[in-house]
């Protein structure tokens, strides 16, 4: 089993920052991908950035990159997820991920296929305009 609490969630004006943190427990070695998912009222769950624990490679959906950035801190058993330039259509719940999978650089393979997925609580994001 994995645990993750996510944290860093609130409201910020469009062209803010936030960041994210996602703090791992438990079985940690079980899992070599971990990401950022996000659902807004009356939407379905989307990916929006992963990395492999190993090696640090990034993938990113083209509605945030080059505005999000996800890194990890493996000493710390964290990982983060840097907001910049927030617009309102940011706004959504954030949720931490991990699972063990070769298709990290896919989320919208991963958005299909949740089994085996950890996932974190939720943090919300308000971005006003």
Not at 87 to 107: G, N, Q
Request: charged share 15%; with cysteine; proline share 2%.
């Amino acid at each position: 089993q994995v645990q993750l609490v996510e944290s860093g969630g609130g409201s910020v004006q469009a062209g803010g920052s936030l960041r994210l943190s996602c703090a791992a427990s438990g079985y940690i070695s079980s899992v070599n991908c971990m990401g950022w998912f996000r659902q807004a009222p009356g939407k379905e769950r989307e990916g929006v950035a992963t990395i492999y624990t190993v090696g640090g490679s990034t993938y990113y959906a083209d509605s945030v990159k080059g505005r999000f950035t996800i890194s990890q801190d493996n000493a710390k058993d964290t990982v983060y997820l840097q907001m910049n330039s927030l617009k309102p259509e940011d706004t959504a719940v954030y949720f931490c991920a991990a699972k063990r999978t070769y298709l990290c650089w896919s989320l919208a393979w991963w958005r299909r296929n949740t089994d085996a997925t950890y996932w974190g609580q939720g943090t919300q994001v308000t971005v006003s305009s």
